[in-house]
């Protein structure tokens, strides 16, 4: 069973630009996360999507990040203009009723410039 | 507000000894508690995970104990190898299927 895949794994960008990334969840999971991990810390959670709905997006901050999953599948997360302080990696997660527990990919290291 | 709290923040123990990583949460709602292991570079791992109804599940060399009167979790590495040298995030959620909140971490040195 392939895993969560997520690209690019790595990319610089000066502060105000733009970056998306993009997470292709392991095939059936219905549950799709976006999680934030900066340097030394735990993962936090950005937004949630169950199928192409968002359940949880609480901690997203809105005026800058988007997220969409159309077609209830692949995701890309946007951020728009970054900041010094979005540094950090990004991590998609997903997970379905049957196997219960979240599986991650690799991430996406962001810095910001 | 950090709904997890883990320590120790880092641990060293010799190859073939008890690593012990504890945990503690404050909201009594949370129904689900794994533990994910990380390597440098990677995402993190699910290595097991418990529900509150259960005092300890063990798989392997790994076991989770559990105490829902204390709040408090921990996880047990037996016979600790080198190539377990990795960072442990607790962490806890509603159910298997809602949002994790994770601890900060534990950096775990198995030294030969």
């Known amino acids: 069973e392939a895993g969560v895949a997520q690209s690019p794994r790595y990319k610089i960008i000066e502060k105000r630009q733009s970056v998306a990334f993009w997470c292709n969840p392991i095939s059936g999971h219905a549950t799709l996360y976006w999680y934030q991990q900066i340097l030394g810390q735990g993962p936090k959670l950005l937004i949630q999507?169950?199928?192409?709905?968002?359940?949880?997006d609480s901690q997203l901050p809105k005026d800058r990040f988007s997220a969409e999953r159309l077609k209830g599948v692949d995701s890309t997360l946007k951020i728009q203009p970054a900041k010094l302080e979005d540094s950090a990696v990004y991590l998609c997660?997903?997970?379905?009723?049957?196997?219960?527990?979240?599986?991650f990919g690799q991430g996406t290291r962001l810095t910001v410039v | 507000q950090q709904q997890v709290k883990q320590s120790p923040q880092s641990l060293i123990v010799q190859k073939g000894g008890i690593s012990i990583i504890n945990c503690a949460y404050e909201n009594t709602a949370f129904d689900y508690f794994p533990w994910y292991q990380q390597f440098p570079g990677k995402g993190p791992a699910l290595l097991i995970a418990i529900r509150p109804d259960v005092s300890e599940k063990k798989e392997g060399r790994f076991t989770i104990s559990f105490n829902k009167s204390a709040k408090q979790f921990s996880l047990h590495i037996m016979d600790s190898q080198p190539g377990d040298s990795a960072t442990y995030f607790c962490a806890a959620s509603f159910d298997s299927g809602y949002a994790l909140n994770f601890g900060k971490g534990t950096s775990l040195l198995v030294t030969p």
């Open positions: 997660a997903s997970s379905s009723q049957r196997t219960g527990g979240a599986f």
């Open positions: 999507f169950q199928n192409n709905g968002v359940v949880d």
